[in-house]
């Protein structure tokens, strides 16, 4: 706390924030108020990136970014026609792409912000770390962006795409196992709330497994000894991670939930490479 005398009147006692943190930064090293600010405006720079990590969730445009460069190398004849050119244009789509995927995760955290307080208090915006106008500017933003590159791109199809997956989007990003304790105390009757999280495990988790099984069965008729192999190998393992992984889950903790959800991401993932590998 810093004394300031006014020479007009008595002896008077002010507090002034700002000269109080220089004086305390300077015993911690800090030389001047310059130095003060540049270091408060990297923490919040810091914490607003890490916010932005959190509410668009980087780890789910990898399918996104792995499928566009796919179809982007479909029609290569020769190794010749990789150019630099064919590398802009998809990075051209992918930029929008990726906006559309952050609108889709922005709008389900902004409609769950008071369930998400219960379900995932770590989130930005139910945490606080993003304000509910700069979620919402987000949720804005970022379609329209993509809509506009879209149109700059003079591309109907990938305007449509986008308005599309908007809707869609938005539709699918609105409800969820890991929500049932904010659920519950907001009255709302999904499946995990009526049947039990455990009787919702289990049966996707079986869907999986026979989607798993299934892929099985069509490999080993497949004609392609190569194809035969790695399909039937391939989904027998992926089943048997699964299952073994579904044993360990504890449906009472959010966090193992959380984790879980993120190995789906994975399977996911290993199923795509299978896929693009196969054809």
Known sequence: ?????????????????LQ????LAAQDGYSSESELVSTSFMQVLNKKCDAFYRLTRPYSCVSIIAALLSVSLLPLQNPAD???????EAFKCMVPAIMMNNYANAINQLADVHIDKVNKPHLP???GDFSMG???????ASPLMAVAMGIMLRSPPLVIGFIIWCI??????????PDVEGDKAFGLRTLPIIIGKEKVFSIAVNMMLMAYGGAVLVGAFSPSVLCKLVTMIGHSALAFVLWRQAKTIDLSHNKSVQSFYLFIWKLYYVEFLFVHFLR
Do not use: W
Not at 1 to 16: A, D, E, V
Not at 82 to 88: D, V, Y
Not at 168 to 177: H, T
């Open 20 to 23: 109080h943190a220089v004086a």
């Open 1 to 17: 706390m810093l004394l300031q005398i006014n020479p007009r009147s008595s002896f008077s006692l002010k507090y002034h924030p």
């Open 82 to 88: 990789f150019t630099p050119k064919l590398i802009i």
């Open 125 to 127: 915006l139910a945490c």
């Open 134 to 140: 700069e979620g919402l500017a987000i949720t804005i």
């Open 168 to 177: 869609v989007g938005g539709a699918y990003s609105i409800d969820d196992i």
